[in-house]
């Protein structure tokens, strides 16, 4: 079967927001590898943690969009689902209690999460839902 517009939509903004969060990783990495809190965890882990986490949490996120855009499968679509409210949860957390990045890594997260939201209202178009419902 054809993939729907709406996958095809949700595959571009979702990628994108995974693009998005790379570059912001990448321009923040020096200054998030010298935080309190990362300093702590490498103490207790291993310098190599933070760089373990980082790639398991991209490979996660490319894997659900595997899963999701080309198996068809209805429970990466959900674990899409889930990861996107605790990271919307948690970003609005960070910002009513003050702890906001800089100018630049605040607006490239605001940006890859307004992708993700719309990624997400994709996979629940009347076209996408029929197509994972065809799946099962």
Do not use: C, H
């Amino acid at each position: 079967m054809v993939r729907p517009k709406s996958i095809r939509l949700f595959e571009t903004f979702y990628l994108g927001s995974v693009l998005v969060e790379a570059v912001n990783t990448a321009m923040t990495w020096a200054d998030t590898s010298t935080n309190p809190q990362t300093m702590e965890v490498k103490q207790m882990l291993g310098p190599w943690f933070p760089a373990l986490l980082t790639v398991f949490t991209f490979t996660l996120w490319l894997l659900l969009w595997y899963f999701t855009a080309r198996a068809r499968s209805n429970v990466a679509r959900w674990a899409i689902v889930i990861f996107y409210a605790l990271g919307l949860i948690g970003f609005v957390f960070s910002l009513a209690i003050g702890a906001a990045p800089a100018a630049v890594p605040l607006g490239m997260a605001v940006v890859s999460l307004l992708l993700t939201t719309i990624a997400v209202v994709f996979l629940f178009r009347r076209d996408a839902v029929a197509w994972f419902g065809a799946s099962v």
